[in-house]
T-cell receptor, first 114, second 115 residues
Framework: KAGVTQTPRYLIKTRGQQVTLSCSPISGHRSVSWYQQTPGQGLQFLFE???????NKGNFPGRFSGRQFSNSRSEMNVSTLELGDSALYLC?????????????FGPGTRLTVL | AQKITQTQPGMFVQEKEAVTLDCTYD???????LFWYKQPSSGEMIFLIYQGSYDQQNATEGRYSLNFQKARKSANLVISASQLGDSAMYFC????????????FGQGTRLTINP
């Protein structure tokens, strides 16, 4: 069974640009969550999508948005990039219904904003 | 609000020794789950072990065990017989069962295993 895949793995953008990151969950998983990891703030929850609906959202500005498609693949978009958006963006998928809903993480997309 | 505290920024251990990584948590929800993840330098988060708030027994997974002390709100990870490949960042995380798939992470502990 293939794991969670994220594309691209590395990305370099400049301030003011926008970026779209993609996450393909494990087959059969319907929940996709996104996290931002920075040295200063650590790992922070961005949002979660389940069956194409955003179920939960973290404390991030509206520049951060996401969506989920009918095949459970998810994208997150960051508009008007700022230097502080440089981070490792991790996607995790899970199959709600299991007793503890383990989240399986992808390898991440490392975004650098210049 | 949920909170996870890992008080050890870094730890250095000799190979084959046991190591305990500390984690304390705070939540007002009686139903929650506690997770430990390993993050090598490659960046991927690797699931290690899970403990549910109502589980009577401490969780174990191979060389990993979780020392769960509910009254103290403590969920320490114990790695027995450490190996060089255990060198990585380790994160404790919590999820409230009734909530969505939102994990709250601690700041992590960087574990270095010395030969």
């Amino acid at each position: 069974k293939a794991g969670v895949t994220q594309t691209p793995r590395y990305l370099i953008k400049t301030r003011g640009q926008q970026v779209t990151l993609s996450c393909s969950p494990i087959s059969g998983h319907r929940s996709v969550s996104w996290y931002q990891q920075t040295p200063g703030q650590g790992l922070q929850f961005l949002f979660e999508y389940f069956s194409e609906t955003q179920r939960n959202k973290g404390n991030f500005p509206g520049r951060f948005s996401g969506r989920q498609f009918s095949n459970s693949r998810s994208e997150m978009n960051v508009s008007t990039l700022e230097l502080g958006d440089s981070a490792l963006y991790l996607c995790a998928s899970s199959f709600p219904g299991q007793s503890y809903n383990e989240q399986f993480f992808g390898p991440g997309t490392r975004l650098t904003v210049l | 609000a949920q909170k996870i505290t890992q008080t050890q920024p870094g730890m250095f251990v000799q190979e084959k020794e046991a190591v305990t990584l500390d984690c304390t948590y705070d939540t007002s929800d009686p139903s929650y789950g506690l997770f430990w993840y390993k993050q090598p330098s490659s960046g991927e988060m690797i699931f290690l072990i899970y403990q549910g708030s109502y589980d009577q027994q401490n969780a174990t997974e191979g060389r990993y065990s979780l020392n769960f002390q509910k009254a103290r709100k403590s969920a320490n990870l114990v790695i027995s017989a450490s190996q060089l490949g255990d060198s990585a960042m380790y994160f404790c995380a919590m999820r409230e069962i009734q909530g969505a798939q939102k994990l709250v992470f601690g700041q992590g502990t960087r574990l270095t295993i010395n030969p």
